[in-house]
């Protein structure tokens, strides 16, 4: 005797359930096979020294400089540090901790591509399978663990393409707020990203004329 069939919408939550529980799963075991373990330091002379050392600054109230005996400095964009130093505020400098967070937030990402290519295409399938894809595309899991700006940077990239996307279809003051303030992280993360607002610009010509 068969159960009631399951509504669309609480397929959808199941399927995302172990989807993110898929991405994280692939996500902590690549890195601690690939690379190393999961409590190890970053390896010397690379930027993930520089960004522990700003977050353990940060965290001990030295400001965000690279020593005591050092000025504030604005090398590096700010807003991953801060994340990593408000890791340390709560777990003391837990490596652990730090990429717990990482690999979780890499797992919200394919997430937020199912929820983006449903937007776009409208398509569970399509969704289904971009987010499938996201889970176990190569540089995206294997690069969450780095303590480096890559998954950060992802999950607001997916999160700024979504809002856009939303804005797109329900231009709400609150799609538009998030998208704002989500593009806005995006660039605090990696300041590069700010050259995405010379691809918005003819964006929002093409979608608002």
């Excluded at 480096?148 to 804005?167: G, N, P, R």
Aim: some cysteine; overall charge positive.
């Amino acid at each position: 005797m068969r159960g009631p069939e399951l509504s669309p919408a609480k397929r959808t939550g199941l399927f995302l359930a172990a989807l993110f529980v898929f991405a994280l799963a692939v996500r902590v075991a690549s890195y601690s096979f690939l690379v190393g373990g999961l409590s190890d330091p970053p390896p010397a002379k690379t930027d993930a020294v520089e960004y522990d050392l700003l977050a353990r600054n940060v965290a001990d109230g030295i400001g965000f400089r690279y020593g005591s005996e050092h000025p504030p400095t604005a090398f590096r964009p700010p807003l991953y540090p801060l994340i990593l130093a408000s890791v340390y505020k709560v777990f003391g400098p837990s490596y652990l901790a730090a990429r717990m967070l990482q690999f979780i937030l890499s797992a919200l990402a394919c997430c937020l591509v199912w929820r983006l290519a449903w937007v776009l295409t409208a398509s569970r399938a399509l969704a289904m399978t971009a987010s499938v894809i996201a889970v176990v595309y190569p540089s995206m899991f294997y690069h969450a663990g780095f303590l480096l700006t890559e998954s950060v940077y992802i999950f607001f990239l997916v999160l700024s393409c979504l809002a856009c996307a939303e804005v797109e279809k329900n231009p709400s003051l609150k799609n538009q707020i998030l998208a704002g303030v989500s593009l806005g992280l995006l660039c605090l993360v990696r300041s590069n990203a700010v050259f995405f607002a010379f691809f918005l610009f003819f964006w929002a010509l093409a979608v608002f004329e």
